[in-house]
C-alpha cells in the first residue's frame, strides 16, 4: 500500500509541475541556451531580467565544448576543452548572489565537478528549468560560521 501511496504522490507532484504556477508562491521558468553561449552568464541574465531574489535549479541537461570550475577548497578555477555532458547542475540563485554546482562527463565517461565559474560553453545546447519563490529572499553574507559568504534566507 505504501509503494502505492508514493506513486499517486509522485503523480500528483508531477501533474502540477507542469503548470507555469505551481502555487501562490513558486513559480518555474524553463529556457533554453544556445551553442557558444556562457551557461553561468545565461543563468545570472535570467535571474536578472525576471528580478529573482530566491531561486533553484530544479534541472539542467546539455552539452558544453569548454568546462570552467572551481573545485573543492581550491582559490582558482580549473578549465578543459572538448566535448561534455552536463550530468547535474544544481544550486541555488539570487540577484543577491547565487551558488552552483556543476558535474560533467567526458566521451568516456569520466566525471568531473565544482562550482560553476564563467567560462562554461555550450555546445549543443543547455536545456533548464529554474524554479523561484517569493515567499524568501536569498542573500549571501559572511556570519561567522565559516570563512565564506553563506546564504541567508529571510522569509518575507
Not at 553561449?37 to 528580478?51: H, M, S
Amino acid at each position: 500500500m505504501k509503494v502505492v501511496q508514493y506513486i499517486l504522490l509522485l503523480s500528483i507532484f508531477a501533474t502540477s509541475c507542469n503548470q507555469q504556477q505551481m502555487s501562490n508562491q513558486t513559480t518555474i521558468h524553463a529556457i533554453r541556451l544556445n551553442p557558444g553561449e556562457d551557461l553561468k552568464a545565461g543563468i545570472e541574465k535570467l535571474v536578472k531580467d525576471k528580478n529573482i531574489e530566491a531561486g533553484w535549479i530544479s534541472t539542467c541537461v546539455g552539452s558544453l565544448t569548454k568546462y570552467n570550475l572551481r573545485f573543492a577548497n581550491q582559490p582558482d578555477g580549473n578549465s578543459r576543452e572538448g566535448h561534455f555532458e552536463i550530468i547535474s547542475l544544481t544550486g541555488t540563485i539570487s540577484i543577491n548572489g547565487s551558488h552552483l554546482h556543476l558535474a560533467v562527463s567526458d566521451s568516456t565517461g569520466t566525471t568531473i565537478g565544482g562550482h560553476l565559474l564563467e567560462g562554461n560553453i555550450i555546445y549543443t545546447t543547455a536545456e533548464l528549468v529554474i524554479s523561484f519563490t517569493d515567499k524568501y529572499e536569498f542573500t549571501r553574507a559572511k556570519d561567522g560560521t565559516t570563512q565564506w559568504e553563506e546564504l541567508q534566507i529571510k522569509k518575507k
